[in-house]
């Protein structure tokens, strides 16, 4: 089955420390995004791949990191710097090739930052 | 700027027929994703206009005209599990054109009631 996966899907960890939330395709899609998700907030571009080895910033990457070295996988790193990491962050790819160019989502992790 | 409106909340009598608004004013748009959303679950794609009129797939369709910056989603025939978050993205030229992003709009949120 094709599919994106992401773990873990429940993630604690303590103020000050860095996690690294993992975003794996195998839809064979190019490109690869991450969201967050807030109440009463709509989905926000956090960074986006459109190709292996290159990624951009999107609208709120302060605190992020991320690398793209395989097709397959776009892992980000949640930093000490993000000032206000507990959210749910999605994990989405896409096919660019398509007309469409639609994304598609991975099942989510809800980090909690005590 | 770039903004998307839809209502919060809305209910709604299972067997009956829904209509979920969306308006929205972005430079270089580009298509309009209508995705559903179950709690705690990732967003999954239900429906794509890029055209002006009536996209109709099973008990969902959707609507756009592009020239009154404004879709909907009708559901018919309402189930309860239709109870869930609808969002509307849509999708516009990023980076000066160099490639499209989404913009979400923050969901509204269906109640079927029996």
């Known amino acids: 089955d094709g599919g994106i996966t992401q773990s873990p899907k429940y993630l604690f960890r303590k103020e000050g420390q860095n996690v690294t939330l993992s975003c794996e395709q195998n839809?064979?899609?190019?490109?690869m995004y991450w969201y967050r998700q807030d109440p009463g907030q709509g989905l926000r571009l956090i960074y986006y791949?459109?190709?292996?080895?290159?990624?951009q910033k999107g609208d709120i990457a302060e605190g992020y990191s991320v690398s793209r070295e395989k097709k397959e996988s776009f892992p980000l790193t949640v930093t000490s710097a993000q000032k206000n990491p507990t959210a749910f962050y999605l994990c989405?790819?896409?096919?660019?090739?398509?007309?469409?160019?639609?994304?598609?989502f991975g099942p989510g992790t809800r980090l909690t930052v005590l | 700027g770039q903004n998307i409106d839809q209502p919060t909340e809305m209910t709604a009598t299972e067997g009956a027929i829904v209509q979920i608004n969306c308006t929205y004013q972005?430079?270089?748009?580009?298509?309009l994703f209508w995705y559903q959303q179950h709690a705690g679950e990732a967003p999954t794609f239900l429906s794509y206009?890029?055209?002006?009129g009536l996209e109709e797939k099973g008990r969902f369709s959707s609507f756009l005209s592009r020239s009154k910056g404004y879709s909907y989603l009708l559901l018919k025939e309402l189930q309860m599990k239709d109870s869930a978050s609808y969002l509307c993205?849509?999708?516009?030229?990023?980076?000066?054109?160099?490639?499209?992003?989404?913009?979400f709009g923050t969901g509204t949120l269906l109640a079927v009631q029996p």
């Open positions: 989405a790819s896409s096919d660019a090739g398509t007309f469409t160019d639609t994304q598609y």
């Open positions: 839809l064979n899609h190019d490109a």
């Open positions: 791949s459109q190709i292996v080895n290159d990624f």
């Open positions: 972005t430079s270089g748009f580009n298509g």
């Open positions: 206009n890029v055209l002006d």
């Open positions: 993205a849509v999708r516009a030229m990023y980076y000066g054109g160099a490639t499209n992003k989404l913009i």
